[in-house]
């Protein structure tokens, strides 16, 4: 649980430092879709998983979490869905394609190219995270799922942000 690096302030001369133990493991994993549409406000849909190192528990997402995530966006969006992701291992499974396959009628997908991190706009939400958690010297797992889900939900709530994350991509939304 090494904590991510940022600017802070000090007094001149001292380094400020601030002491975090690392002990335990564990991580966080989150899947998001930052959803556009004409007319309405931008949307951010989100799953998250607190791994702790337990037998049997699972450490990251599968190819049944990101169908979940899909179907959820599509119940609660009311309409088709083009999905635009990266090459993730779990995207790319057999199941996940039968099931892109299954629901051609209001799921399009496309691939983006490999190592194109700058066309993903869910890579702009992660870093707005990472940038608001930047200073936090978390003392446990669940001190740092909070703050990422503090800030997941500050983000879920102000639609610039996420509209600013797909305009910094560069790609056309026009049909």
Not at 83 to 107: G, K, S
Request: proline share 6%; hydrophobic share 40%.
């Amino acid at each position: 649980m090494r904590p991510p690096r940022a600017r802070t302030w000090g007094r001149i001369g001292h380094t400020p430092v601030v002491r975090v133990r690392a002990r335990g493991s564990g991580r966080i994993s989150m899947a998001g879709m930052s959803c556009f549409k004409q007319g309405r406000r931008s949307r951010l849909f989100y799953s998250f998983r607190v791994y702790r190192g337990r037998k049997g528990e699972p450490k990251g997402f599968t190819w049944r979490d990101y169908r979940d995530l899909i179907v959820t966006a599509h119940i609660q969006l009311g309409g088709p869905i083009v999905l635009v992701w990266d090459n993730l291992r779990a995207h790319l499974m057999p199941q996940m394609r039968a099931f892109i396959e299954a629901n051609a009628d209001w799921l399009t997908v496309f691939q983006l190219p490999s190592y194109a991190p700058d066309l993903n706009p869910q890579e702009g939400i992660w870093a707005l995270i990472k940038r608001a958690i930047g200073n936090l010297a978390a003392a446990n797992l669940d001190q740092m799922a909070r703050a990422v889900k503090r800030s997941l939900k500050q983000i879920q709530y102000r639609p610039t942000l996420v509209d600013s994350c797909i305009a910094a991509t560069g790609l056309s939304l026009d049909g």
